[in-house]
């Protein structure tokens, strides 16, 4: 069992590091994966089968022009987080997409990438539709004002430098590492720079 998946309680930290590169679509990059799993009832993360996942999220290089693996039945949201820019088109439709700058587009839909300025690595979250929605924003880090971390969220460190302090720790938080949220003693991120809050919530249907 991988890092990503050993644990998804409260406070834990998972080093991108820890996670294996794999190869993704035709050689068009690596991928590393920081974690995926279900939601239950109550909405807490719980893990699932390697095939049962219901979220799941990634980091990924891209560093050839060509087509993203399509993911039926899901949503995907794609933030760039290192490299300049991305031109993506969904559905013969061209959109541009620049350094932390999220956009959410159909799983499903015909998807090629370009790289009009070399490559990027992307922030990757992907949700089941009818199970789980996902949301992601880019805050900026403040040593005045600390970042919570509420349950079935997630924060990413884009940049800069953060530390996570719960009521009796504190711990460094490293560039593109992630740490999990909670409801009770929830993990506070304080530093300078940005962070990936990603959010999960149950769908109403």
């Given at each position: 069992m991988s890092q990503s998946n050993a644990s998804l309680s409260t406070g834990t930290q998972i080093q991108l590091s820890s996670s294996p590169k794999k190869p993704w679509g035709a050689a068009q990059g690596q991928i590393r994966e920081i974690a995926k799993g279900i939601l239950a009832d109550d909405g807490s993360l719980a893990t699932a089968p390697e095939c049962g996942w219901d979220w799941r999220i990634s980091v990924a290089s891209i560093e050839k022009a060509g087509d993203f693996t399509p993911y039926d039945g899901c949503e995907r949201t794609l933030t760039v987080i290192a490299g300049?820019?991305?031109?993506?088109?969904?559905?013969?439709?061209?959109?541009?997409?620049?350094?932390?700058?999220?956009?959410?587009?159909?799983?499903?839909?015909?998807?090629?990438?370009?790289?009009?300025?070399?490559?990027?690595?992307?922030?990757?979250?992907?949700?089941?539709?009818?199970?789980?929605?996902?949301?992601?924003?880019?805050?900026?880090?403040s040593k005045k004002r600390e970042q919570h971390l509420f349950g079935s969220q997630f924060g990413v460190l884009l940049q800069g430098k953060a530390s996570v302090l719960r009521e009796n720790s504190e711990s460094a938080l490293e560039l593109r590492d992630t740490v999990i949220g909670g409801e009770e003693d929830s993990p506070r991120i304080s530093g300078r720079g940005f962070m990936a809050v990603i959010s999960l919530d149950l769908t109403d249907e």
């Open positions: 300049e820019l991305l031109e993506l088109t969904v559905d013969d439709a061209s959109q541009a997409l620049e350094i932390y700058r999220p956009f959410k587009f159909p799983g499903a839909a015909a998807t090629s990438a370009a790289l009009p300025t070399g490559e990027i690595l992307a922030l990757n979250l992907i949700t089941r539709n009818g199970k789980v929605r996902g949301n992601v924003r880019i805050v900026e880090l």
